[in-house]
């Protein structure tokens, strides 16, 4: 269901996940946690959207639904690829451009094979150490940032 485009009143008495949902107490669901350690949001604003349709998307390719570039529909396949993957979610889109971190959380989390992190938090020093260096300095009179 896309809940952009669904009148709440027509789920009257139906099961409804939203983002907050998803989480057991402070327990992140494995998706929720993919996209942080893979950077997949950066403004945020697809980013509830673009964790509740993988977890509903995955939940589909489970239960063995074919999408329009599955090989062969014929043959039940829960083993998806990137191009499967961006198939199944090309309808949320990211105005960010964070496509890659997206699918490889997804991919993370359908294969259950943990992918080493590719960024990390700056430490005290490096964020001082670039706070000295992005500061103005005067030069022939004039400040250069």
């Not at 669901?29 to 998307?57: E, L, N, R, W």
């Not at 979610?89 to 992190?117: K, L």
């Not at 005290?124 to 004039?142: I, L, V």
């Amino acid at each position: 269901m896309l809940s952009c485009l669904t009148l709440a009143a027509t789920l009257e008495g139906r099961e409804v996940t939203t983002i907050e949902g998803l989480a057991k107490g402070d327990q992140l669901h494995p998706m929720q946690a993919a996209f942080i350690k893979h950077d997949g949001f950066q403004c945020g604003y697809c980013t509830s959207g673009q964790i509740c349709s993988a977890v509903g998307m995955l939940a589909e390719a489970r239960r063995g639904q074919v999408s329009h570039v599955t090989e062969n529909v014929g043959r039940t396949t829960t083993r998806l690829t990137d191009d499967e993957i961006r198939e199944r979610m090309s309808g949320n889109i990211c105005r960010c451009g964070a496509y890659p971190g997206i699918v490889a959380a997804i991919q993370e989390v359908h294969s259950g094979r943990q992918a080493a992190q590719t960024w990390g938090f700056a430490t005290e020093a490096q964020f001082a150490m670039a706070s000295t260096a992005s500061s103005p300095s005067k030069e022939d009179g004039h400040e250069t940032v």
